[in-house]
């Protein structure tokens, strides 16, 4: 985690912490969290991105959540101040969302954002 003299919040709801948990059953991988990160892409200059980690990393903010654990590099976590994860169900399809209140701008498939 950063320095740690300021908590900057990143928080899981408890159904992204149950998809994250069937996630990591399905692919026979249980300990694994989640990996969240923004980097640079996507239609509006940032994009979100989720990958399974079997580990944290030195700086990673660790969320626990039910049993589930959500990584969150400090450079990301810059970016991430104040968010929420959340999982969706749609008739598009279900996906991790991600409700950022310092994005000033996003695209329509959620994945893009803008600060």
């Known amino acids: 985690m950063p320095d740690g003299t300021q908590i900057r919040a990143f928080n899981v709801t408890p159904r992204a912490a149950e998809e994250i948990a069937a996630i990591a059953a399905r692919q026979g991988r249980e300990g694994a969290g989640l990996r969240v990160s923004v980097s640079a892409g996507g239609c509006s200059g940032l994009q979100y991105g989720f990958e399974l ?41 279900a996906h991790f969302v991600v409700r950022n209140p310092q994005a000033v701008s996003g695209c329509g498939c959620g994945v893009s954002f803008a600060v």
Not at 61 to 88: H, I, K, M, P, T
């Open 53 to 93: 980690a079997d580990a944290e990393a030195e700086d990673d903010l660790v969320v626990n959540v039910a049993g589930s654990r959500v990584f969150v590099d400090g450079v990301s976590l810059d970016f991430l101040s104040g968010s929420e994860l959340d999982w969706n169900e749609a008739l598009m399809g």
